[in-house]
Nanobody, 118 residues
Framework: QVQFVEFGGGLVQPGGSLRLSCAAAGFTFSIYAMAWYRQAPGKQRELVAV??????IYADSVKGRFTISRDNAKNTVYLQMNSLKFEDTAVYYC?????????????WGQGTQVTVSS
């Protein structure tokens, strides 16, 4: 079945960096757009970034700081996060989506916690 396993989160100071990874399984990874979402406490899950072929889309809040990439040979999607801010604190999830970032309805993984704190 379709599965997503996210890892790489942690505790980081403001201005720091983290690289998240998401290993996907159960489908032909290379033909699907992939996205990162995040959910902060008390808030709805929100789209962070999408990669579809060579195209990428970013939420305004992360533009210029985050970079999404993928390795189709490893069925893995990455999120490089630089210049982290307090408001980036959230659980981060990956999923397959439409080219515009709409999830296709797969079950979410466990996510990886990112905490930005001094």
């Amino acid at each position: 079945q379709v599965q997503f396993v996210e890892f790489g989160g942690g505790l980081v100071q403001p201005g720091g960096s983290l690289r998240l990874s998401c290993a996907a399984a159960g489908f032909t990874f290379s033909i699907y757009a992939m996205a990162w979402y995040r959910q902060a406490p008390g808030k709805q899950r929100e789209l962070v970034a999408v990669i579809s072929g060579d195209s990428t889309i970013y939420a305004d809040s992360v533009k210029g700081r985050f970079t999404i990439s993928r390795d189709n040979a490893k069925n893995t999607v990455y999120l490089q996060m630089n210049s982290l801010k307090f408001e980036d604190t959230a659980v981060y999830y990956c999923t397959r989506t439409t080219s515009w970032g709409t999830p296709l309805g797969d079950a979410w993984g466990q996510g990886t916690q990112v905490t930005v704190s001094s």
